[in-house]
């Protein structure tokens, strides 16, 4: 499975993007559960949001919640971050991950089997 990020961008405080995350490869990838994390200059990589393949169940991190929503498109293969009220905590590289068809919500990095190159946010003014 490759995944392809993009929308990140400079954005000024309580601003808003939206990234998006395409899949291909696999044609069962729509069953996949996705995650989103990010990595900050010097730190590990951190868990955003996880969504299953059934729609409607997702989680967050609470630095996050209320700020941020995830989805899915299950015909694009492709996964969405919106990001609203952006602070610069948020600016690191985002990430999206794949992890086959599972019940979980995974939130480590470690349980996910595929990613992507990941995309810059730098929240400034």
């Known amino acids: 499975v490759q995944l392809v990020e993009s929308g990140g961008g400079l954005v000024q405080p309580g601003g808003s993007l939206r990234l998006s995350c395409a899949a291909s490869g696999d044609t069962g990838s729509s069953t996949y559960t996705m995650g989103w994390f990010r990595q900050a200059p010097g730190k590990e990589r951190e868990f955003v949001a996880s969504?299953?393949?059934?729609?409607?169940?997702?989680i967050y991190a609470d630095s996050v919640k209320g700020r941020f929503t995830a989805s899915r498109d299950t015909a694009k293969n492709t996964v969405y971050l919106q990001m609203n009220k952006l602070n610069a905590e948020d600016t690191a590289v985002y990430y999206c991950g794949a992890k086959r068809p599972t019940l979980l919500l995974p939130t480590t990095t470690a349980e996910y089997d595929f990613w992507g190159q990941g995309t810059q946010v730098t929240v400034s003014t």
């Open positions: 969504i299953s393949w059934i729609e409607g169940t997702i």
